[in-house]
C-alpha cells in the first residue's frame, strides 16, 4: 500500500519536474495569462459578481502582492544570499505570495470559487515543492555551506521566527525592489484588477 502511494506520488513529480512540459509552459506562459484575462473579463461582463467577493478577492491577492514586493525589496539574485526580509520567517516566501495571488482571483468568483481552493492548493503545492527543490539545489551551488546552515535554521515553507532578529525581518531596499522590476509586477496586477472592474460594473 506504502510501496502503490509512493510510486503515485513520484509519477506526479515527475509530471512537474519534465524538462519539455516546463520548457512548453515557458514559452506560453505569458500569451496564456492574456488569454485568460480576457476570458475572465468577457466572464465578468456576462455575469454578476458580487462587490464583496470582488473585494475580497482583491484584498486576498495585494496581501500576495506585497509578500511579493517585500521579497524583490530584500532579493539580489544569485549574488547575496537572502537572508533577510521575509527570508528571515520562510526560505521560499514569494511561491507564498504568488499562492495568494492566484487565490484572490479564485475568490472573485464568490461561492462557486470556493470549491476551487482545495485542488488549486494541492496543485499548487506540487508545483510549489518540486520548483523550490530544483532551486534549492541551484543555490547549494552557488553558495554552498553558507546556504545549507540557513535550511537548518529556517523552514522551507512553513513561516518561523527563528533565524534572525527584528531588524532584519524589518529589512527593505528601495533600490532592490526597482532593479527586480517589483513595481511592474504591482502595475500589472493592478491592471488586471482595473480590466475586471471595469467589465464588472461599469462596462455593463
Known amino acids: 500500500m506504502t510501496t502503490e502511494n509512493s510510486g503515485g506520488l513520484e509519477k506526479i513529480h515527475a ?3 519534465h524538462p519539455g512540459l516546463r520548457k512548453f509552459w515557458c514559452r506560453i506562459r505569458y500569451p496564456f495569462a492574456a488569454g485568460l484575462l480576457v476570458v475572465l473579463a468577457w466572464l465578468f461582463w456576462r455575469t454578476a459578481v458580487a462587490p ?8 486576498v491577492s495585494m496581501l500576495g502582492e506585497f509578500i511579493q514586493l517585500w521579497c524583490f525589496a530584500a532579493l539580489k539574485k544569485e549574488k547575496v544570499l537572502a537572508c533577510r526580509g521575509p527570508y528571515v520567517l520562510v526560505r521560499n516566501p ?5 499562492y495568494f495571488i492566484v487565490l484572490g ?3 472573485l468568483f464568490g461561492e462557486p470559487g470556493l470549491w476551487a481552493v482545495l ?5 499548487y503545492w506540487f508545483y510549489m515543492y518540486n520548483r523550490v527543490r530544483r532551486e534549492e539545489a541551484k543555490l547549494i551551488g552557488i553558495f554552498g555551506a553558507d546556504y545549507e546552515a540557513y535550511c537548518r535554521n529556517v523552514n522551507r515553507f512553513l513561516p518561523s521566527p527563528r533565524g534572525g532578529n527584528l531588524g532584519n525581518v524589518l529589512y527593505w531596499k528601495w533600490d532592490l525592489l526597482a ?5 511592474l509586477n504591482l502595475a500589472a496586477l493592478l ?5 475586471l ?5 461599469v462596462a455593463k
Not at 464583496?52 to 484584498?59: E, H, V
Not at 514569494?94 to 504568488?98: A, F, P, T
Not at 485542488?119 to 496543485?123: D, I, K
Open 15 to 17: 509530471v512537474f519536474n
Open 52 to 59: 464583496f467577493w470582488f473585494w475580497t478577492g482583491f484584498g
Open 105 to 107: 482571483v479564485f475568490l
Open 191 to 195: 491592471g488586471v484588477y482595473a480590466v
Open 119 to 123: 485542488p488549486y492548493t494541492v496543485f
Open 197 to 201: 472592474y471595469v467589465a464588472a460594473f
Open 179 to 183: 532593479g527586480n522590476h517589483g513595481w
Open 94 to 98: 514569494m511561491y507564498l505570495g504568488r
